[in-house]
């Protein structure tokens, strides 16, 4: 059993910044990858980023250049990293490993 708890969410101006924290406990192998999505009220969640154990990462074209996904496999914790937030970003960001997510936590760019 995997357990995912993120942490980080909050409010934000446009063009500022939040750093996402998935913290996972159980039975974490580095062979699988860990994610981050989104999704907004009447829409799929979608992929957002991730990262293999190895650190190879992936992003969805909407946030290339502004996010960053990292993984500190010791702590087996994933981060976001998120620069030049736009209302666009608003969403709940849940993480992912495997068939497991988080609870989500609510990130919302307005002025």
């Known amino acids: 059993q995997v357990q995912l708890v993120e942490s980080g969410g909050g409010l934000v101006q446009p063009g500022g910044s939040l750093r996402l924290s998935c913290a996972a406990s159980?039975?974490?192998?580095?062979?699988?990858?860990m994610g981050w999505h989104r999704q907004t009220p009447g829409k799929e969640r979608e992929l957002v980023a991730t990262?293999?154990?190895?650190?190879?990462?992936n992003y969805a074209d909407s946030v290339k250049g502004r996010f960053t996904i990292s993984r500190d496999n010791a702590k087996n914790t994933v981060y976001l990293e998120m620069n030049s937030l736009k209302p666009e970003d608003t969403a709940v960001y849940y993480c992912s490993y495997r068939q497991y997510w988080g609870q989500g936590t609510q990130v919302t760019v307005s002025s």
């Open positions: 159980g039975s974490i192998f580095l062979v699988h990858a």
């Open positions: 990262i293999t154990g190895l650190g190879a990462t």
